[in-house]
Every structure is written in C-alpha cells, then in structure tokens.
Nanobody, 123 residues
C-alpha cells in the first residue's frame, strides 16, 4: 500500500511560481510512475503531468506545457511539480497519484492518490 502526501500549495498572484511536492511511503517508489492531476470547483479532475518510473517520459497537458515541470527524486521518494507563470485558471486542488512503471493521462489508471493540496491564483 502506497501513501502519498502533497504539500506546497497556497495563495499566489498571477505570474508567480509554486513548487508542489508529493512524498511517497509504503512502496517501492522507483517502480511507480507518478502523475499530477487537478480539480477545480464544479469541474472534473484533469490530467496535468506525469513522469515514468525512470523519469524518461514526462507528458504534460497542453494547458501547462512550457510553464510546469514535473521531476522526481527517487532517493527522497518524492515527486515535484514546479509551476511557473501561474494563471487564475490554474486554481484547483492538485493531487498526486501513483501507478506501476508507465505514465497514463487517465485518472482511472492510477492506483494510489494523495489527499490534495489547494492552489489558488489571484488575478
């Protein structure tokens, strides 16, 4: 059983940056692909970015490409989401998720989820 704990959310202004972290425990982190998803009020959960177990594959949603960067540190069992040039439309609860080895853009493909961290971007 894998436990995931997100941190790093907060209230920022448009154009600012934030770095989210997701610490994993209870599994072999280096065998998991990790994903970041987000859910805004009244909207469905949507894919943001993912990283394969090796770090060699990092797909992004078109809406964040060029602004967000996903990375992982297997020595710390942690995945990060660096978010730059934030926009009000990035406001959402951000969740990290884990699945075996390979990335997937579909939330239902992930087996483990964190509790989420709120990101609010004011204009």
């Amino acid at each position: 059983q894998v436990q995931l704990v997100e941190s790093g959310g907060g209230l920022v202004q448009a154009g600012d940056s934030l770095r989210l972290s997701c610490a994993a425990s209870g599994g072999t982190f280096s065998t998991y692909a990790m994903g970041w998803f987000r859910q805004a009020p009244g909207k469905e959960r949507e894919f943001v970015a993912a990283i394969s177990f090796s770090g060699g594959n990092t797909p992004y949603a078109d809406s964040v490409k060029g602004r967000f960067t996903i990375s992982r540190d297997n020595s710390k069992n942690t995945v990060y989401l660096q978010m730059n040039s934030l926009k009000p439309e990035d406001t959402a609860v951000y969740y990290c998720a884990a699945r075996s080895y390979y990335t997937n853009n579909y939330a239902g493909a992930y087996d483990y989820w964190g509790q989420g961290t709120q990101v609010t971007v004011s204009s």
